[in-house]
């Protein structure tokens, strides 16, 4: 399998920061995708898929804080640096409480940045070497869903949903592994790379949003209340043809019946 190349969003305001920066990313095989603004950055972002963001924190039109609580409502996983030629204890403290990974004051070498970019790949797992090509072209069916890899989406009739990385890495490995049993350390250490029990805990979260996806299919015919005219939500009376089960203190089960 061909592995792809690490993806950057590179957002600097200043152009000639930002041509030396893409330049020298790209000569060590990253792909770069670079903005000169916050507002043009946020929309590619609901569009794109990239690997980590390096923002610039003061910008025209949307300043790197604001543009990374945008991405974070969106993938609350990537990986982000900022950038900011101020030597500022509040903004760094603000920065890393709004959820950046790296905080880099300029100038700066690029070199340095670069190594700095390779650590936080390596630790969530999306460097080349460590992982599993992201973004592989695999659909999966299962029921009446389908799950595209590449894109992140899981296809209902009834709704298709943008998923987040992680939620696609986990939902990928219960396709691969449907109606088997995994065990809660395999999912952890496939998924967040660590066994430990503090991280089964985020686990467990994104278990239950996986859970509400899934349910789509039965919950929920809704109907018109003709006296009142509320909408009513009723269960089907049917076994759902896909779900998560939890098998006590050994792990899950995706079962998907026929």
């Not at 995708?33 to 690997?51: L, R």
């Not at 790296?102 to 070199?111: I, L």
């Not at 989406?153 to 709704?159: C, S």
């Not at 995994?182 to 998924?191: H, M, N």
Request: aromatic share 10%; glycine share 6%; with cysteine.
């Amino acid at each position: 399998m061909k592995t792809a190349k690490n993806r950057i969003m590179l957002v600097e305001d200043s152009q000639n920061l930002r041509y030396v920066l893409k330049d020298y990313f790209e000569m060590l095989d990253y792909s770069v995708t670079d903005f000169a603004d916050g507002i043009s950055a946020s929309q590619a972002f609901n569009k794109g898929m990239f690997d980590i963001c390096v923002l610039d924190i003061m910008m025209p039109g949307k300043d790197g804080f604001t543009l990374m609580q945008e991405i974070r409502k969106i993938d609350p996983d990537i990986p982000i640096i900022l950038l900011t030629s101020k030597l500022n204890k509040e903004d760094k403290i603000k920065g890393f409480k709004l959820g950046c990974d790296d905080y880099v004051v300029k100038p700066f070498s690029t070199e340095e940045l670069t190594l700095r970019i390779k650590a936080i790949l390596r630790r969530t797992k999306r460097s080349d070497t460590e992982n599993k090509v992201l973004y592989e072209e695999k659909t999966y069916k299962f029921g009446d869903f389908e799950f595209n890899y590449s894109s992140m989406e899981l296809i209902h009739p009834k709704k298709t949903r943008l998923l987040t990385r992680k939620e696609a890495g986990l939902l990928k490995l219960f396709c691969e592994h449907q109606n088997k049993l995994l065990p809660r350390e395999v999912i952890l250490r496939e998924i967040w790379g660590d066994e430990d029990y503090s991280v089964g805990r985020s686990m467990d979260v994104f278990l239950t949003k996986l859970r509400s996806y899934l349910n789509i299919e039965t919950i929920d015919e809704e109907y018109i209340n003709k006296e009142g005219g509320r909408r009513n939500k009723y269960k089907l009376g049917h076994e759902p043809k896909v779900e998560i089960v939890n098998v006590h203190g050994t792990g899950f089960i995706l079962k998907v019946r026929e």
